[in-house]
């Protein structure tokens, strides 16, 4: 693990290498490339996805990843190789030797409540990086999942500023401990993809700080992180990248955050004005570039200080000598043996059983003679996210022919890994077929004649795109009821981004959602279906019985293009103010089809003693819990707050939770401090955090709506 240097240190080392830097080579730092894999003689390796001005070339030495910065030699600078990692290491542009592990989908890591797995990703990560000649992550997608149809839902952390900020920290650690600079991304609003370059997200100052905002302050105060990645899209009327607000007031200046501000791929739209703003790094896509000479002669006419960029200079350096970047000693090559089986680990605990009627789930291995597998490739696959976070799965895809597009940006990516063969390695005794579910008649026949039928369906979510609604594509429902309708001892296991409807939802006793599992996945479903692992996970984001409960059943798109036919801007505005996900369901009385936090188990945990109490800077709360059922299972036990009446604020929100493993007839006492900053307000007068005055509530239970235990306590705000 990486010692990482005290912080006077840093900016000593740091302040000495900008001082000795000539303004070209400040220019340099500053103005990233993409990164084309490019020999040693200078000659571009293999082909270009789309064409590219050779001025964004990089020169020899880029290993092929999504961003590239030349180094400084003299000065031992190392160039910085940035590669997408949101999902595990992306191999956008084709680099030797590029495919690598493909991990759970940050929806279900966040399913999990354990940071210590999101630490444990975020290392690993980080490590098939290294091993890959890469040095910066394009990880840690802080955005809330405020909208459940972008295409992105599957590379965010949930819908609470509390869970996702503490998730994406530990994922960011992780990173950085073993000598990788981490980025949080995408700073701030990239709610949707529709009309993401051009859309304005308009909120209020207290709803953002509160929501979105929240999540990452927790991610980049708790966190270290070196860099953050601005948004694409506008915010309340200015770019992202050019937001001073946001980029220097909040996060430099509220937040202490000393690393490095670096724009998304091409979406810097200004030279001074965004270096002025706090932009401190630009990466261009394949046309206009605003910072390169364009920044070189806004400095020489004095539109940007050398102050400024020196400040862009420092904030990179120092982040890269905080993780030991900048360091004369060659790291040995790192181990990556563990990846496949921490994917697994993560996987086994993201999947949340859903629903369980007549405890169809565990099956018994022992008293099945037949089951009918049906539908998803499960034959030999599992399926993940599309866009920048795709990967190329080690082992190959066996299902998209990989010559079918150079990019794997637009492709659906299947990772091998076969829940049909875990299946039956689990069930020895029992004959398992499979059917494709292209012909329903043929996989309702098979259903019909099996003891038990398992229907694999998928949902594929890419960024670039949102879906129009929420149903399964494929006609995968007329299956599903077919299917249930021959057999009703029928699973459904889901493979999707986040929420989908589920129309059949009362028929199917048992459904799962195990998301994009990653290259564990075919065991891990496996070994929930058969009891090998309880399933423990909760879900992060609240599932809506229809799309007309959310606060906007249709997404809000562009309404005019231009001649080239690319959206004019326009607003999408967040009404629902502070009411994100599960806090708009609680505002509104509205009963979602699963809740947040919701999460069955194959045991039964019962809550009880709750005692309440403030003292300095902490509410305390503790309760005890009990398996009380006959199996070994983990529970993730919520806490949940309400605020004094008459200050606008949605019913509960999530303060703290823990997560236990428990024996049968065992019990814990599990004790939890909340601070108070989780019970406070933004003050937009006061520009601060305030602690109400009044009684707050304090409930304790298995979900966002299933309380075992509540009671209150009074709070004097004014003594913080
Ligand atoms: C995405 C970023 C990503 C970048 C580089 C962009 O399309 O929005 O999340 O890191 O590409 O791959």
């Not at 070189?296 to 420092?314: F, P």
């Not at 989908?500 to 065991?523: C, F, K, N, R, S």
Request: proline letters at 7%; charged letters at 20%; aromatic letters at 6%.
């Amino acid at each position: 693990m990486t010692t990482h240097n005290a912080p006077s240190t840093i900016d000593a080392r740091a302040a000495r290498l900008v001082q000795q830097m000539t303004l070209d080579e400040k220019i340099q730092i500053v103005s990233g490339l993409v990164g084309i894999p490019v020999g040693d003689d200078g000659t571009v390796q293999g082909e270009l996805p789309i064409p590219f001005p050779p001025e964004l070339v990089p020169g020899p030495g880029a290993v092929g990843s999504d961003g590239y910065v030349p180094g400084i030699d003299r000065l031992g600078i190392p160039a910085l190789q940035l590669v997408g990692a949101g999902v595990g290491v992306t191999d956008q542009v084709r680099r030797p030797g590029g495919a690598a592990t493909v991990f759970p989908s940050p929806m279900g890591q966040t399913a999990t409540w354990d940071p210590e797995l999101s630490y444990a990703f975020g290392a690993a990560l980080a490590r098939e990086i290294r091993a890959q000649g890469c040095n910066v992550a394009l990880a840690g997608a802080a955005n809330l999942a405020l909208e459940p149809r972008s295409g992105r839902v599957f590379e965010y952390h949930g819908e609470d500023p509390v869970l996702a900020g503490t998730m994406v920290a530990a994922e960011l650690r992780g990173t950085q401990d073993e000598g990788v600079v981490a980025t949080i991304k995408h700073f701030a609003a990239n709610f949707q993809e529709t009309g993401r370059h051009v859309l304005s997200a308009q909120a209020d100052e207290r709803s953002l700080r509160q929501g979105e905002l929240l999540a990452f302050e927790i991610g980049i105060t708790t966190s270290g992180v070196g860099a953050v990645m601005a948004s694409y899209n506008r915010i309340n009327g200015t770019y992202a990248s050019e937001h001073s607000t946001l980029l220097t007031e909040i996060l430099k200046q509220d937040w202490d955050f000393e690393g490095w501000v670096m724009s998304d791929w091409g979406g810097t739209h200004s030279t001074a004005a965004a270096a002025v703003a706090g932009l401190d790094q630009e990466f261009p896509l394949n046309k206009e570039r605003h910072f390169g000479p364009r920044l070189k002669r806004a400095v020489e006419d004095g539109e940007v200080s050398v102050e400024r960029l020196d400040d862009m200079c420092h904030r990179i350096l120092r982040s890269l000598i905080d993780v030991g970047l900048i360091d004369s000693s060659p790291k040995s090559p790192p181990d990556t043996t563990d990846s496949i089986e921490i994917a697994g680990r993560i996987a086994d605990a993201s999947i949340v059983l859903l629903r369980n009627e007549g405890a169809l789930l565990p099956l018994d291995a022992d008293v099945l003679a037949s089951i009918a597998v049906i539908g998803g490739h499960a034959d030999v696959a599992v399926l993940s996210g599309g866009g920048s976070s795709a990967i190329n799965p080690i082992g190959g895809d066996p299902v998209t022919d990989p010559n079918a597009s150079f990019e794997l940006f637009g492709r659906q990516v299947w990772v091998p890994s076969s829940p049909l063969d875990a299946i039956a390695v689990a069930a020895p005794g029992a004959t398992t077929t499979f059917s494709t579910g292209d012909d329903v008649v043929a996989a309702a026949e098979a259903a019909r004649t099996a003891d038990v039928a398992i229907v694999f369906a998928t949902q594929w979510t890419s960024e670039g795109s949102d879906v129009e609604d929420l149903a399964l594509p494929h006609e995968q429902n007329e299956l599903i009821t077919a299917v249930v309708e021959a057999n009703p001892r029928t699973i459904v296991v889901l493979e999707t981004g986040g929420a989908i409807l589920m129309p059949w939802a009362d028929q199917v006793p048992a459904v799962l959602e195990a998301w994009y599992p990653g290259h564990g996945g075919g065991p891990a479903v496996a070994r929930v279906l058969f009891g090998v692992a309880s399933p423990s996970a909760k879900l992060p984001i609240s599932f809506p019985r229809s799309v007309d409960d959310l606060p906007h059943p249709q997404l809000t798109g562009p309404s005019a293009f231009d001649d080239e036919g690319t959206p004019m801007p326009f607003d999408v505005t967040y009404d629902a103010g502070l009411a994100i996900g599960y806090k708009w369901f609680d505002t509104r009385g509205i009963e979602p089809a699963f809740c947040f936090g919701h999460g069955l188990s194959y045991t039964n945990f019962e809550y009880s003693d709750l005692v309440v109490s403030l003292d300095n800077s902490a509410v305390a709360v503790s309760f005890t819990l009990a398996n009380t059922g006959g199996r070994v299972g983990s529970e993730i036990a919520q806490v949940y707050v309400s605020l004094p009446v008459g200050l606008g604020e949605p019913p509960w929100r999530l303060v703290a939770w823990a997560k236990r493993d428990l024996q049968p007839g065992r019990t814990e006492r599990i004790a939890l401090d909340v601070p108070l900053r989780r019970l406070s307000i933004w003050d937009v007068d006061a520009s601060r955090w305030r602690v109400p005055d009044g009684e707050f509530f304090v409930r304790v239970g298995a979900s966002s709506r299933d309380v075992r235990l509540q009671d209150g306590v009074i709070v004097d705000g004014s003594r913080w």
